[in-house]
Protein backbone atom coordinates (compact mmCIF):
# COMPACT_ATOMS: atom_id res chain seq x y z
CA UNK A 1 0.00 0.00 0.00
CA UNK A 2 1.12 3.26 -0.71
CA UNK A 3 -0.06 5.20 2.81
CA UNK A 4 2.36 2.44 5.34
CA UNK A 5 4.64 4.19 7.15
CA UNK A 6 8.33 4.20 6.82
CA UNK A 7 10.86 4.42 4.12
CA UNK A 8 10.27 1.12 2.40
CA UNK A 9 8.26 0.21 -0.78
CA UNK A 10 9.40 -1.77 -4.16
CA UNK A 11 12.45 -1.59 -6.12
CA UNK A 12 13.48 -3.50 -8.89
CA UNK A 13 16.86 -5.32 -8.40
CA UNK A 14 19.72 -3.71 -10.46
CA UNK A 15 19.60 -6.12 -13.38
CA UNK A 16 15.81 -5.76 -13.93
CA UNK A 17 15.66 -2.38 -15.10
CA UNK A 18 14.69 -2.66 -18.55
CA UNK A 19 12.33 -5.45 -18.15
CA UNK A 20 11.14 -5.38 -14.63
CA UNK A 21 7.55 -5.48 -13.52
CA UNK A 22 5.25 -5.90 -10.05
CA UNK A 23 2.26 -8.00 -9.72
CA UNK A 24 -0.57 -7.91 -7.22
CA UNK A 25 -3.55 -10.98 -6.94
CA UNK A 26 -6.52 -9.35 -6.13
CA UNK A 27 -7.77 -12.82 -5.38
CA UNK A 28 -11.07 -12.63 -7.41
CA UNK A 29 -11.95 -10.78 -10.13
CA UNK A 30 -12.13 -7.09 -9.41
CA UNK A 31 -13.47 -3.82 -11.62
CA UNK A 32 -10.82 -1.39 -11.44
CA UNK A 33 -11.16 2.12 -11.41
CA UNK A 34 -7.99 3.94 -10.36
CA UNK A 35 -4.33 3.89 -9.06
CA UNK A 36 -2.22 5.90 -6.70
CA UNK A 37 1.92 5.70 -6.69
CA UNK A 38 3.96 7.49 -4.60
CA UNK A 39 8.00 7.04 -4.55
CA UNK A 40 10.30 5.49 -1.54
CA UNK A 41 11.05 7.59 1.19
CA UNK A 42 14.15 8.20 1.14
CA UNK A 43 16.80 11.33 1.65
CA UNK A 44 16.54 14.15 -0.28
CA UNK A 45 19.40 14.32 -2.59
CA UNK A 46 18.66 10.68 -3.60
CA UNK A 47 14.95 10.73 -4.09
CA UNK A 48 13.58 7.64 -5.84
CA UNK A 49 10.49 7.12 -8.17
CA UNK A 50 8.67 5.96 -11.26
CA UNK A 51 7.88 8.83 -13.45
CA UNK A 52 6.44 6.61 -16.28
CA UNK A 53 4.74 3.27 -16.41
CA UNK A 54 2.26 1.01 -18.47
CA UNK A 55 0.00 -1.58 -16.78
CA UNK A 56 -1.49 -4.88 -18.04
CA UNK A 57 -4.01 -6.88 -16.04
CA UNK A 58 -5.67 -10.72 -15.96
CA UNK A 59 -9.19 -11.70 -15.04
CA UNK A 60 -9.43 -15.15 -13.62
CA UNK A 61 -10.68 -16.54 -16.92
CA UNK A 62 -7.95 -15.11 -19.00
CA UNK A 63 -4.81 -17.16 -19.46
CA UNK A 64 -2.85 -13.88 -20.94
CA UNK A 65 -2.47 -10.24 -19.96
CA UNK A 66 -3.84 -7.61 -21.68
CA UNK A 67 -2.32 -3.85 -22.27
CA UNK A 68 -4.39 -1.14 -20.43
CA UNK A 69 -5.16 1.42 -23.13
CA UNK A 70 -7.78 3.89 -22.36
CA UNK A 71 -10.69 5.71 -24.24
CA UNK A 72 -8.04 8.16 -25.94
CA UNK A 73 -5.73 5.46 -27.01
CA UNK A 74 -2.73 5.85 -24.36
CA UNK A 75 -1.40 2.99 -22.65
CA UNK A 76 1.57 4.95 -20.50
CA UNK A 77 0.81 6.79 -18.01
CA UNK A 78 2.93 9.84 -16.05
CA UNK A 79 3.67 8.84 -12.41
CA UNK A 80 5.62 10.71 -9.97
CA UNK A 81 7.76 14.11 -10.40
CA UNK A 82 8.97 13.98 -6.16
CA UNK A 83 9.56 11.16 -4.17
CA UNK A 84 7.11 12.18 -1.23
CA UNK A 85 3.70 13.05 -3.21
CA UNK A 86 0.82 10.74 -4.14
CA UNK A 87 -0.50 10.64 -7.53
CA UNK A 88 -3.65 9.30 -8.79
CA UNK A 89 -4.53 8.11 -12.16
CA UNK A 90 -7.68 7.00 -12.80
CA UNK A 91 -8.76 4.16 -15.54
CA UNK A 92 -11.41 5.97 -17.65
CA UNK A 93 -12.10 2.72 -19.22
CA UNK A 94 -12.41 0.59 -16.10
CA UNK A 95 -11.24 -3.35 -16.38
CA UNK A 96 -11.84 -6.35 -14.24
CA UNK A 97 -8.76 -7.80 -13.56
CA UNK A 98 -7.82 -10.04 -10.36
CA UNK A 99 -3.91 -9.68 -11.32
CA UNK A 100 -2.73 -6.79 -12.48
CA UNK A 101 0.97 -5.85 -13.68
CA UNK A 102 2.54 -2.25 -13.48
CA UNK A 103 5.40 -2.05 -15.20
CA UNK A 104 8.24 0.96 -15.25
CA UNK A 105 9.32 2.75 -18.14
CA UNK A 106 11.09 5.70 -16.96
CA UNK A 107 12.22 6.57 -13.33
CA UNK A 108 14.37 9.13 -11.14
CA UNK A 109 17.31 7.57 -9.72
CA UNK A 110 16.29 3.71 -9.25
CA UNK A 111 12.30 2.45 -9.96
CA UNK A 112 10.75 2.16 -7.05
CA UNK A 113 7.15 2.54 -6.12
CA UNK A 114 4.55 2.26 -3.65
CA UNK A 115 1.54 1.67 -5.43
CA UNK A 116 -2.25 1.31 -4.56
CA UNK A 117 -5.51 -0.13 -6.83
CA UNK A 118 -8.89 1.21 -6.69
CA UNK A 119 -11.79 -0.53 -7.35
CA UNK A 120 -14.73 0.85 -8.26
Same mark, same amino acid.
Given at each position: RYNMPGYSGWLATTSDFNTCWIQVDLKENKLIGGIV? $?? =? *? *? %??? %??? !?? *??? =?? *? @? =???????? +?? !????? &?????? &? %? +?? /? @????? %??? /???? $??? !?VRLYPLAYRNMPTLRWELYAC
Open positions: T $LG =R *T *T %NIT %NPQ !YV *TKF =RI *T @Y =RSEESDSF +TE !YVNTE &GNETFI &G %N +TI /N @YEPIF %NGF /NAHF $LAR !Y
